[in-house]
């Protein structure tokens, strides 16, 4: 059964939870904590990169929307950050009440670009949501106490990275024209949460739909519960680890054309 969406209320609470928690943890794993699932990164680095998407990254998307996405001036907005391990940990919860109280006064229903498409603001604020979660299971992983996600999130996680993550992905590397996305459509389905979307090409860009329970799946398909699945659309787990069909090789390319 499809889950209901999380509102932008919802969204918003979940951010603000996440980095609660991830301010947690990083204060019990220490700064100098090395981050397996972002490698060549410590906890003090994955907490620098949360506050910077929060108070840089997506703030300045959403503000700056109605403009054609500048990656540089994006990045460049990116604050100074304290030095201080105390003092960035109290920065993290500021920097999520700051970005909920910007989605409050924002009209999320505004024409907004994102990546490389024109959608609206509410997409930055979904993306937010996925990937502040996103690192707090980075952060849990650490300690070795992963939480799962309700179903709700996970679903809505899902249907984000397929929506906005592999089509802003795949549109700026130039995957489509290059040829690197298989012809095959791939259907992916999240076995608890009774969910199937299917990714297809279509002229210069591709759809995501989501399908009935009893369809039958593409010649290429993932099959695993919504937390594998999660950890493989975000690299976390290798592509061998989830029940798939077809071809190997085709389906690992249509994740990897995911990673920016």
């Known amino acids: 059964m499809a889950k209901p969406p ?14 609660g928690d991830l301010a947690e943890v990083a204060a019990i794993a220490g700064s100098r904590a090395s981050v397996p699932a972002c490698p060549g990164w410590t906890m003090r680095q994955l907490v620098a990169h949360v506050i910077s998407g929060l108070s840089g990254w997506y703030t300045y998307n959403i503000t700056h929307g109605a403009e054609r996405l500048d990656y540089a001036a994006s990045w460049n907005s990116q604050p100074e950050l304290p030095s201080g391990n105390a003092e960035r940990l109290v920065r993290l919860f500021e920097a999520a009440d700051e970005f909920a109280g910007l989605i409050a006064s924002t009209d999320l229903d505004a024409r907004c670009q994102v990546f490389q498409s024109w959608r609206t603001a509410r997409a930055w604020l979904q993306r937010a949501a996925t ?5 707090l299971r980075d952060a849990q992983q650490v300690l070795g106490e992963v939480e799962e996600w309700a179903p709700d999130r996970a679903a809505a ?7 906005i993550m592999w089509h802003g992905a795949l549109l700026l590397r130039g995957d489509l024209d290059a040829g690197r996305v298989p012809d095959e459509a791939i259907t992916i ?12 090409k279509a002229p210069d860009d591709f759809t995501v739909e989501r399908l009935q329970p009893e369809t039958t799946a593409s010649s ?3 099959t695993a519960d919504a937390h594998d699945l999660i950890s493989w659309l975000w690299g ?3 592509t061998s680890e989830l029940a798939l069909t077809g071809d190997v090789d085709h389906i690992h390319a249509w994740n990897l054309s995911a990673n920016i």
């Open 157 to 163: 996680s899902i249907d984000e990275t397929l929506h």
């Open 6 to 19: 999380l509102t932008d209320d919802d969204l918003t609470a979940w951010i603000i939870e996440a980095s």
């Open 220 to 222: 290429l398909s993932v």
């Open 189 to 200: 389905t999240a076995t608890d949460l009774g969910m199937i979307w299917r990714v297809a």
């Open 236 to 238: 976390r787990m290798p």
């Open 131 to 135: 990937e502040t979660a996103i690192h």
